[in-house]
């Protein structure tokens, strides 16, 4: 097996032993071997020490550290050391430092300050990751390329306002075109020469913030550019590093549901994708397992890394609290279970200084090894270890699909109203909460994807339509499955220009539903809606549940009315539709169903449901496909399943605090005790507890 393909789970994480003498090294490994790390990830920012001027480069430190994990047998993620601009680079060249969207060039200081268009941060970067690889290349354990660190921010300058013109010609390829995609003769803005074009910051386009624009088109094309733009330094280092070395996978650090960067654009460049997971607290399991879901949906559902998460505590929030106990193993057990081939740590060892010096680490300042972080951590060693390459390589067998789309992220939170509280994160996490509630698998994937292998596909919030996504919804219902979208769905093109036509112009014939009108109300205003399924007269399943932030009403085309407003002036009207194809009033069209003979169904839901509301709506979407799990009624008890080569093993992970007892759904060995459980056999799970059980 070539060195760069792993044979088992990929443990360990970041370390930093150039900030340590070299003495402590021997101390480290010591406690590595106790905790049963097999892989670190080293140089991440070691810019300052490998190159000292332009003409200069020292690897006589990194030299001695990676002979050292060679010595000791572990694996290697080596990074191109280009997190972090070094000071001399700063001062040599100051066009190379970001210029903010207030107009202000930053001088040197913190980490994300380097310019992604300045061409001297090009050459030097492209320069480095190509000498370390050609240094490092075919060193044993050497199993992935690191390059750059956590790509984020953006940048104002004279450069990337050049940088954007150009892009913008590539994009458009005439003025004409453009000044049409940015409806450019609104408030005399029509442009005459790509010189007239400027980055839209607080001096041109915006006002109160960067989500304030007045032209929303100009905008969008620059949150896109500037993605770009961090792209191509990766594809430069990448390109660097594979005049060197033709094989290993070259990846950077990715972070979940991260604004500024369209992953799905990255995705097609990295051979692995990874990402460092930092909740944002103890109550965010179901949004850790969306984030996971969505990382691997970038390579289509191969697997991806943990490349970084905490042992104990952040260092950069206000309040940072402390993991308790047994939540670094079940957090890293979900991590697995929804995909992950690596779990690694950000830090082996904790700063001196600085301010990380106290984000949490396997080893504190003491470097003991008997700390709860340290036993903890060697705990879930030992069974990866146990577990060895059972999982490896294996995929989710989701029937489900949760569509996610940065263009209608950025579109839907940049536009000028209907309401500036509507945030897409916030709407996309309450339909998978219900499908996570629900102990449903599933693939969290770009619009672009392939949607024939799903019984049922969600499209929450999906403001803008782009290529051919409304016939490729339209066939999920045609064979027999299910599509969900919600309030402003369906309203603009890929230019963000509104549809002509009846909202959601988009999606209209789709639905069988058009809107009339669109409220929107401050978040404390509540309209109740009524819930109801026309398929139950007994109406035994009825439930209401609030509405809030906008309130479409609907008017439906064929679509029957599942629930109803209760308030205002628009109480009684539809809020909630369900579209069947071939139905009442659909125009005799032939009713779409699948091989079990279940009708294709279209729900448009027209306002931001509470959670119970959505959960209803998700739960009825799915029955008639039996996707409802079999523990999905007890709160907090999470089942996913991976699967290779016909063998199938089923993670149970409980989060509640308190013990809890729950029949077994599926039998097999317990693969992290050995242990045969039986179907229907009572399992008593304690607080935190997590079971893997192989089929069978």
Not at 502 to 521: H, I, K, N, Y
Request: include cysteine; charged fraction near 20%.
């Amino acid at each position: 097996m070539p060195d760069h393909q792993l044979s088992a789970l990929a443990y360990g994480g970041d370390y930093n032993p150039e900030q340590w003498p070299e003495e402590v090294w021997a101390a480290d490994h010591h406690a590595f071997g106790l905790a049963r790390i097999d892989t670190l990830t080293v140089g991440v920012f070691a810019w300052a020490h490998l190159q000292t001027a332009e003409d200069t480069y020292d690897f006589s430190t990194l030299d001695a550290i990676v002979t050292r994990i060679v010595a000791e047998g572990r694996q290697i993620v080596l990074a191109t050391a280009t997190g972090a601009l070094p000071p001399w680079l700063a001062k040599a060249h100051p066009e190379v430092t970001r210029t903010d969207f207030e107009g202000r060039r930053h001088r040197y200081g913190q980490r994300h300050n380097a310019c992604p268009s300045s061409p001297v941060f090009q050459r030097l970067s492209a320069a480095l990751a190509g000498r370390i690889a050609q240094r490092y290349a075919g060193t044993p354990g050497l199993i992935a390329w690191h390059v750059g660190n956590e790509y984020g921010g953006a940048c104002y300058c004279d450069n990337c306002a050049a940088a954007f013109r150009a892009w913008l010609r590539e994009r458009y390829g005439s003025l004409d075109r453009l000044n049409r995609a940015w409806n450019a003769t609104f408030w005399s803005h029509t442009f005459t020469d790509w010189d007239e074009i400027e980055p839209p910051s607080a001096l041109t386009e915006h006002w109160r913030g960067p989500n304030h624009t007045a032209f929303q088109g100009i905008t969008l094309d620059y949150l896109r550019f500037t993605s770009e733009a961090m792209l191509r330094n990766f594809t430069d280092e990448k390109a660097a590093i594979r005049e060197h070395d033709a094989g290993t996978p070259v990846t950077t650090n990715f972070m979940g549901m991260y604004r500024p960067i369209d992953y799905h654009r990255w995705a097609e460049h990295l051979d692995l994708a990874s990402w460092d997971n930092y909740p944002p607290n103890e109550q965010s399991q179901a949004r850790m397992a969306f984030t996971h879901d969505l990382m691997r949906g970038l390579k289509g559902g191969d697997p991806f890394w943990v490349m970084e998460q905490t042992p104990t505590t952040t260092a950069s929030r206000d309040v940072n609290p402390v993991k308790r106990p047994g939540v670094l193993r079940l957090w890293s057990w979900q991590a697995v279970a929804h995909g992950a081939d690596a779990v690694l740590y950000f830090q082996m060892r904790q700063s001196v200084g600085a301010c990380e010096k106290y984000h949490g680490a396997l080893l504190d300042h003491t470097g003991r090894t008997d700390t709860r972080a340290f036993t903890e951590a060697a705990t879930l060693g030992a069974e990866l270890e146990r577990l060895g390459d059972a999982v490896l390589g294996a995929r989710t067998p989701a029937r489900v699909a949760l569509l996610f789309d940065w263009d209608s992220w950025w579109a839907a939170e940049i536009s000028d109203g209907p309401n500036r509280h509507v945030r897409y994160p916030d709407v996309v996490l309450g339909y998978h909460r219900a499908l996570w509630e629900a102990n449903v698998d599933l693939d969290a994937v770009p619009v672009t994807a392939d949607l024939t292998g799903y019984d049922v596909v969600l499209a929450p919030l999906l403001h803008m339509v782009k290529g051919d996504l409304t016939q490729r919804l339209a066939a999920v219902v045609a064979r027999g499955g299910t599509v969900i979208t919600s309030f402003l769905s369906g309203r603009v093109d890929a230019d963000d220009n509104a549809f002509l036509g009846d909202d959601p112009a988009g999606f209209t014939s789709l639905f069988g539903v058009r809107v009339t009108e669109t409220d929107a109300q401050p978040p404390e205003v509540a309209n109740p809606v009524s819930l109801a399924d026309p398929d139950r007269p007994d109406r035994t399943d009825s439930l209401t549940a609030d509405g809030r932030l906008v309130m479409e009403v609907l008017v439906p085309e064929g679509a029957e009315v599942i629930g109803t407003y209760g308030a205002d002036f628009y109480a009684g009207e539809p809020a909630v539709t369900r579209y069947r194809p071939g139905a009442a009033g659909a125009g005799g069209a032939v009713r779409g169903v699948d091989a079990a003979g279940r009708s294709g169904e279209a729900w448009y839901v027209g306002t931001q449901l509470a959670s119970d509301g959505v959960a209803w709506v998700v739960r009825a979407a799915l029955a008639p496909y039996g996707l409802v799990g079999p523990h999905a009624d007890i709160a907090d008890l999470e089942v996913s399943v991976r699967e290779r080569d016909g063998v199938r093993h089923t993670f149970v992970l409980w989060h509640g605090d308190a013990p809890v007892e729950v029949p077994a759904h599926v039998g097999g060995t317990e693969l992290l005790t050995g242990r045969s459980i039986t179907a229907g056999e009572t399992l008593r799970l304690a607080p935190k507890e997590v079971l893997v059980i192989r089929e069978g």
